[in-house]
């Protein structure tokens, strides 16, 4: 008996040094769980909120769009079948989420953050955005570059039933295609310590896809798919640039390496090639040159976290087409079937 409760002592000091050193990660956890259920509890299944006299008629055609929309990924596309997106949640036009990301100052290297089951990830998400710009200014007091933004959409992994987001609504049709079907993909695969590959994944499987659904949808030469479309070159051309300029400041950061050059001349040199890449922007040949356009003064000069975001989700596009074309005959439903195998 006194050996059980040396035993059990001894298993108790072990329990509280492992909670003592992971308090700031198990405060975050329970901060992640209490917004979700917040969410959660607060949805209403999407059945109920469609027949409310008071929805706007055009927020009814969505919610209704969205649940055939959710039926096409599935049948037609192979994701996985789940009750996501059949309860809705108002956002009373404010944020829901907030992510952090951050990266090393003169190294496109994300910083990571360490959670069970996911492994390591380079953002992180937080329900309340004082809480988010407390850890921002933490990294950024480090050193690092950072930037908190509001997300328009997130997966819970199966953890949670994830909501349609009121913000969805206002979305064009090829957009909220996209959102649902991107989010779907991160329900059918999702690896662990791979966010670059994930979320590169779900771009292209969620761009392809709205494609689809569109044509099938709406018809071929629709008014629908082809605002998507030029939509989507826009993205694709934006974040070609960024990709091009990233290789820049790659080339920069590894020429700091060789030199003995202060840290205010990195600093100087840095924004310097930066200020370049963006205003290279207005040179570029965009549909809509409104939203793809940089004023240097007016708006303010990004940092590195600007450049490994669209790294995280547009880097890999290329190896995914070729994948999609050469070995799955251009069949998206192929496609996401060899994913799935493959991991």
């Known amino acids: 008996m006194k050996m059980f409760k040396k035993i059990l002592k001894l298993l108790l000091i072990l329990l509280l040094i492992v909670i003592i050193w992971n308090i700031r990660l198990i405060s975050y956890g329970i901060d992640q769980l209490k917004g979700q259920l917040q969410i959660v509890m607060r949805a209403k299944p999407v059945e109920e909120v469609l027949k409310n006299p008071k929805l706007k008629p055009d927020y009814k055609r969505k919610l209704l769009l969205i649940g055939e929309i959710k039926k096409f990924a599935t049948d037609s596309l192979g994701l996985k079948n789940t009750d996501n997106y059949t309860t809705y949640y108002d956002q009373h036009n404010k944020p829901a989420l907030w992510v952090l990301t951050a990266c090393e100052p003169f190294s496109l290297k994300a910083y990571q953050w360490h959670f069970p089951f996911l492994g390591n990830v380079s953002y992180k998400g937080f329900f309340i955005p004082q809480k988010g710009e407390k850890e921002m200014g933490v990294l950024k007091s480090k050193g690092f570059d950072a930037d908190l933004s509001p997300t328009g959409g997130w997966s819970t992994l199966g953890w949670f039933k994830d909501p349609v987001l009121s913000n969805f609504l206002k979305r064009s049709e090829g957009r909220i295609a996209e959102t649902i079907i991107h989010e779907l993909t991160h329900s059918t ?69 060789k030199e003995n050059i202060s840290a205010h001349q990195k600093i100087f040199l840095k924004y310097k090639l930066i200020t370049e890449i963006l205003l290279g922007i207005n040179r570029e040949n965009f549909y809509d040159k409104k939203i793809y356009h940089f004023s240097f003064g007016k708006e303010p000069l990004p940092d590195n976290t600007e450049f490994m975001s669209t790294l995280r989700y547009r880097k890999k596009q290329d190896d995914f087409e070729k994948e999609f074309h050469e070995k799955c005959n251009d069949d998206l439903k192929t496609f996401v079937e060899a994913i799935i195998q493959k991991h």
Do not use: P
């Open 189 to 257: 695969v999702y690896l662990k310590s791979s966010v670059d590959y994930n979320e590169n994944l779900a771009t292209f499987v969620g761009e392809k896809g709205a494609e689809k659904f569109l044509a099938y949808k709406y018809g071929a030469g629709s008014k629908e798919l082809q605002d998507y479309l030029h939509y989507k070159s826009d993205e694709e051309l934006y974040g070609k640039h960024l990709i091009q300029g990233a290789d820049r400041l790659d080339s920069l950061y590894h020429s700091f390496e």
